[in-house]
C-alpha cells in the first residue's frame, strides 16, 4: 500500500468551484489501506519466488473474473484463464520469472533503497553510466524474450514513473502534496513490482473538434465531482494496451496535444487500481485463436490486448492523484520531468532488438530459397542492416550524451532519441513489405502443423523443401514469416509502431518546432553574405 502522507503535509487544491473557478481548501488526508488500494498489502516481490510453473502470471493472480471481455464476448472464467488472454499472460509471468533466473537476475534487478530486497532494475534512478547501461540492458533481455514483440512491457512505465518520482519537487510546485503522493506511489509500484498501463487521450468521435470537446464534452474522461477525500472521474480514454491484466493504470495527460484554459476538468494525473469500482475496459477482438505455436509462433504468444477503458464516475483518493486541473503542468509533465526521455530509451531499445529479429529472419529466408545473391535482395537486406545500424547509434549516442537533470537523475540525450521516435514508425513499416516480396508466393505454401505431421507430411518433405531446408523446416520457417508480415497480428504490429508515440505528422510539426536550427540558418545567411550579384568571377 502506499504509505501516509508525513506529518504537516496538507494537500491544498480545489479543482471544482462556484462559477467554473479553482478554489483552495487544505485538506488533512485521510490515509486508509481501503482509500489507496482494494488488493491491500503484498509481502516483498522477493518472498514471492516464480509463479510461471503453475502458468500463473504474479501480476495476474488477482484479477477479478469480469474485468474485461473481447467484443460480443460474455466470458468463460477469470482473466488468467479466458482463452483472449492466457496466452500473453503466461508470456508476462515468463518476463517476471526472468527476474529469478540465475542467469539474468543481476541485470534485470537491484537492492531496493528502502528494503535492500532485490527490485526491478527498470526502477533504477541512474546516477552513474554504469547505471544507465545496466538499465539498457535489462530492456534488452526483456526484449529479447519477445523479439522486441511486446510493446507495453513493466519497463516502459516503470522509466516514465522513475522519472516522475525523481521530479517530485516540480509535481510539488502545483502543490506540495503532489510531490509527495507521487514519490509515494513510485516506491509502492517499485516494492510492489507492480504492471502497470497507462491511457493517454480520449477515444475518436469527431476528429475535426479537439478531444474534450468531442460529443458536446461528454465523452472525454473529465473530472465531475469532488469530495474532501478525492474526485470522480466519468468518461472513456483510450488506448489502453495490457489493462485487462494490468494492476494498475496511470491516467496521464497527452505527449502530444496541448490544452486551453478551458481543458481544466480534462487535464490531471493519477494512478488507479484495475479493480477500482466503476472502471470496465472494452477489448478489441483478440488475435491470438487458440491455435498452435508452430502456426502461428507470434500471436499465439504476444498478443498484448488494446482496451478502451470506461470510468464509471470512479472514485480517485488524493493519495492517488499527481496533478490536478493544472492544464500548463499536464502539457508540460513529460518533457519537464524527462519521463518521455527514459522512456524512449527503452522504445529505442525494444526497436534496436526488433530489427535485429527482422535482420535474422529475413537473411535465414533468403538463405533458404536461394536468392541473397541477387543484388536487388541485397538491396532489400542493406535497408534493414542500414536501419540497424542507424537505431544502433541513435541509442549509443544518447547514452555516450546522457547528462544530468535538474532533478539529479543521469539522462539520456534526448536529441538522438527523439529522431530514433521520429524516423522508426516509418523505417519500420518496411520490414513487412519487404519480406512479403521476398518471400513471394511462398508465403501462401504454408501447411499447418498438423498437416506437417500428418498424412500429407511425405508429400510436404519432398515438394516443400527449400535450398536448405526439409519441407517441415521450410513450413516453420514460412509460419513465422507469415506471422511477421500478412497476419492480422502482423498488421496490429504495424499500426501500433506507426503510432507508438502518436500521430507521425503531430510529431513531426512538433519536433519542427522544438528544433534548433538557428545556428544552421546563420552559417547560410553568412554564407550568403560572402559574395555579391556584380561580382566578377575569379
Known sequence: MIDPAPAGIRPVYRV??????????????????????????????????????????????????????????????????????????????????????????????????????????????????????????????????????????????NSGLMAMA?????????????????????????????LLCHTLIPPQVNRSVPGPRQAGGSVAARIVREDDNGVVIRGARMLATIAPFADELLVLPSTLLRGTPEDRLYSYALAVPMDARGLRCIAREPLDHGLSRH?????????EPDCVVVFDDVHVPYERCFLLGDVERCTDLFARTSAV?????????????????????????????????????????????GTLEILRAFLRAAEADAAVNEFGVLTPAWAPLNAARTVYPKLCQRFPQILRKLGAGGLMATPTGLDVTGPAAADIDAYLQSATLTGAERVKLFRLLWDTCISAFSSRQALYEYYFFGDPVRMAGAYVASYDREPYKARVRAFLDGYGAGEAPA
Open 16 to 157: 471544482l468551484g462556484p462559477a467554473g473557478v479553482r478554489q483552495s481548501r487544505s485538506r488533512t488526508p485521510k490515509v486508509t489501506a481501503e482509500a489507496l488500494t482494494a488488493t491491500g498489502q503484498r509481502p516483498p516481490r522477493s518472498l514471492r519466488g516464480s509463479t510461471h510453473r503453475q502458468g500463473v502470471s504474479r501480476p495476474a493472480r488477482r484479477l477479478a473474473p469480469h474485468r474485461a471481455r473481447p467484443g460480443g464476448d460474455p466470458g468463460r472464467g477469470g482473466i488468467r484463464h479466458h482463452p483472449a488472454f492466457r496466452n500473453v499472460v503466461r508470456t508476462y509471468a515468463e518476463l517476471y520469472d526472468l527476474q529469478h533466473s540465475a542467469e539474468h537476475k543481476d541485470v534485470l534487478t537491484y537492492p531496493s533503497p528502502a528494503s535492500g530486497e532485490p527490485v526491478a532494475t527498470s526502477f533504477l534512478t541512474p546516477t552513474t553510466p554504469d547505471e544507465l547501461v545496466k538499465r539498457r540492458e535489462a530492456f534488452t533481455v526483456w526484449a529479447e524474450h519477445s523479439n522486441g514483440m511486446l510493446g507495453r512491457t513493466g519497463d516502459y512505465l
Open 166 to 194: 525523481s521530479a517530485a519537487g516540480w509535481f510539488a510546485g502545483a502543490d506540495p502534496a503532489f510531490g509527495d503522493t507521487v514519490r509515494r506511489y513510485y516506491e509502492k509500484a517499485r516494492e510492489e513490482d507492480l
Open 295 to 303: 502456426d502461428h509462433p507470434l500471436a499465439s504468444r504476444f498478443d
Open 341 to 385: 526521455v527514459h522512456m524512449s530509451h527503452q522504445v529505442v531499445t525494444r526497436t534496436v532488438v526488433k530489427t535485429e529479429y527482422v535482420l535474422g529472419l529475413v537473411s535465414l529466408l533468403t538463405e533458404a530459397i536461394g536468392i541473397e545473391g541477387y543484388q536487388h535482395v541485397q538491396e532489400d537486406v542493406a535497408e534493414v542492416i
